[in-house]
């Protein structure tokens, strides 16, 4: 999960603490960290009304602006919303990555980091997969879903049309950027991952990026020599990467149960203390 928040510090009720660290590292009275619900409960409540309303605009107008990618009406409805999410994504990666990479504190501050600290960025963490666990299907099963339909019902022209511009260039894209970015963080700033590269969390941040060569190849095939559009077709056999990679999060899941019970005997021996 992509956290940019500087990681939680001070005491439980101290003024010291920003508030996005009360949002999104808060503690129980017994200054043990929880999960945070609300910061989520708000995240998820603005992801579903800003996925409802881009499902509601190509649901407007793709039969209607979108069927012609050579139709001037499809570059002003259609290929203005291409280039403009690609340039937003490019412009926060380009962004956040530095950003992540230059402040990132010294190995010694970071293998200095509390135990409590750190516990509540696994909280967060699982509460963050706890929420994507949500989205991720909900994004897959809607806009996957609709891109078959679309490859049934219309002829293919070019590589772009409603479907792919809102899945494999907006959604996947928008994705693999946010793991991306949390897989830094947490190599930059986590004492568990600082000085090491975690394979199973590679692995999930690749997986986004490694079925853009079979996008490529996938479109080249079905405008020049494979109209079957099924998903059982050999050109989409590629796209299984994505799930694939995916499920290497069970890797990082382990790793990061392993860490959390060691922090919790950690943290009970402070509390005891």
């Not at 409540?45 to 139709?71: Q, S």
């Not at 002003?76 to 490019?90: A, C, D, H, K």
């Not at 412009?91 to 200095?112: Q, S």
């Not at 050109?235 to 899941?253: D, E, K, M, P």
Request: one cysteine or more.
């Amino acid at each position: 999960m992509a956290v940019i928040a500087d990681k939680p510090t001070g005491n439980v009720d101290s003024a010291d603490r920003t508030l996005m660290q009360r949002w999104l590292f808060p503690y129980q009275a017994d200054g043990l960290p929880k999960a945070p619900v609300a910061f989520f409960v708000a995240l998820l409540v603005i992801a579903a009304i800003a996925l409802g309303l881009y499902r509601w605009y190509m649901e407007a107008t793709a039969f209607t602006v979108g069927l012609d990618y050579f139709e001037p009406e499809f570059q002003i409805y259609w290929m203005s919303w291409f280039y403009g999410q690609l340039g937003v994504l490019g412009v926060v990666g380009a962004t956040a990555i530095p950003y992540l990479w230059f402040t990132r504190p010294t190995r010694e501050e970071v293998m200095a980091m509390p135990a409590r600290d750190e516990l509540g960025v696994y909280v967060l963490i699982f509460t963050a997969l706890g929420v994507f666990s949500v989205l991720v299907p909900c994004v897959l099963g809607i806009w996957v879903e609709a891109d078959a339909a679309w490859h049934q019902v219309t002829i293919r022209d070019t590589d772009f049309t409603p479907t792919h511009i809102q899945l494999f260039y907006g959604l996947i894209p928008a994705l693999g950027l946010v793991i991306i970015l949390g897989a830094i963080w947490l190599h930059t700033r986590m004492p568990n991952y600082v000085g090491r590269v975690s394979i199973p969390l590679f692995i999930v941040a690749a997986s986004p990026v490694l079925i853009m060569p079979n996008l490529g190849y996938n479109e080249w095939g079905h405008t020049f020599f494979y109209a079957e559009e099924l998903f059982a077709a050999p050109v989409h056999w590629g796209f299984v990467v994505l799930g694939w990679g995916l499920f290497a999060i069970s890797g990082f899941l382990l790793e990061s149960l392993n860490r959390i019970l060691v922090l919790t005997k950690l943290t009970k021996t402070d509390a005891a203390a």
